[in-house]
């Protein structure tokens, strides 16, 4: 795991995953601050962010809007967001889950996302403990985004590769910069993960077969977060984007024990 206000872990190597598609991004975290980034890929114009907000874990797809109205030539954004309405509990671990969907379907325990946007595809949900909290919509039919058919409905891609473990570079919902908490077993996929797939996986470090594989063509970034003293995050699902701790202290008995020993409410191992 990923201890702290040390935890900042960047990775500009290309390709970076896809973010305009369907999109699963989940972590452990243990939190010990009101606010900041858990794992973003974004710029000032487009991306996907998880992160958390006086103390509430949040998701956001952020999309360019093309040519504005009012000032010709230049060019906009909007961010897409949705909020778990789940109060962090400091110093406890929980499992945090954004997902961009791409197919109509509904959540048994939701009272909040009725016709309006399950109707829609994609959509954003959103799970805390693999429970499913909320959904939001991607695009907006009365407002300056225009026709939903027509409208922004995916993340755009960043201009560049970089990608970023504990923190924010780019404001998002009035959040920016690093989380002061633990992070561990930072995955992403490029598939709209079901309640029972995170279910299923997110109290056990992905292995190399069965229903929780890291071979998956779907995973495009895996960080255990496990690697010791060492400087580097491995990427673990192939790709090649292991990433570099911003503020390496190999010497500080805070990085070496807990990057050892990492998540304790992960009990199973394929």
């Not at 992070?183 to 992905?206: F, K, P």
């Amino acid at each position: 795991m990923c201890p702290g206000d040390m935890c900042r872990i960047y990775n500009d190597r290309s390709p970076a995953p896809d973010v305009s598609k369907p999109l699963t991004v989940e972590a452990w975290v243990k939190s010990r601050g009101t606010e900041g980034g858990i794992f973003s890929r974004m710029d000032s114009a487009s991306g996907v962010a998880l992160y958390v907000k006086n103390d509430e874990p949040k998701f956001s797809i952020r999309v360019a809007t093309g040519a504005s109205t009012t000032t010709p030539g230049v060019t906009g954004s909007v961010d897409y967001i949705v909020g778990s309405g789940f109060t962090l509990v400091r110093n406890a671990w929980t499992h945090v889950a954004g997902v961009v969907a791409n197919v109509i379907h509904q959540h048994p325990t939701s009272t909040e996302c009725t016709s309006t946007v399950m109707a829609e595809k994609p959509h954003l949900d959103i799970y805390v403990d693999g429970a499913f909290q909320n959904c939001a919509t991607t695009w907006d039919s009365t407002g300056a985004n225009g026709d939903p058919a027509t409208g922004p409905q995916f993340a755009d891609n960043p201009g560049g590769s970089l990608l970023v473990v504990g923190d924010l570079l780019a404001s998002v919902d009035g959040v920016s910069g690093t989380i002061d908490a633990v992070i561990d077993e930072v995955r992403v996929w490029t598939t709209a993960r079901t309640e029972d797939d995170i279910q299923d996986c997110m109290d056990r470090e992905l292995g190399t077969g069965g229903s929780c594989n890291r071979g998956d063509n779907n995973l495009k970034l895996y960080y255990r977060l496990n690697e010791g003293k060492e400087a580097t995050a491995t990427d673990f699902s192939g790709n090649g984007l292991s990433g570099s701790v911003f503020t390496f202290t190999p010497d500080e008995e805070e990085w070496e024990d807990g990057w050892v020993k990492g998540n304790t409410d992960l009990k199973r191992s394929d």
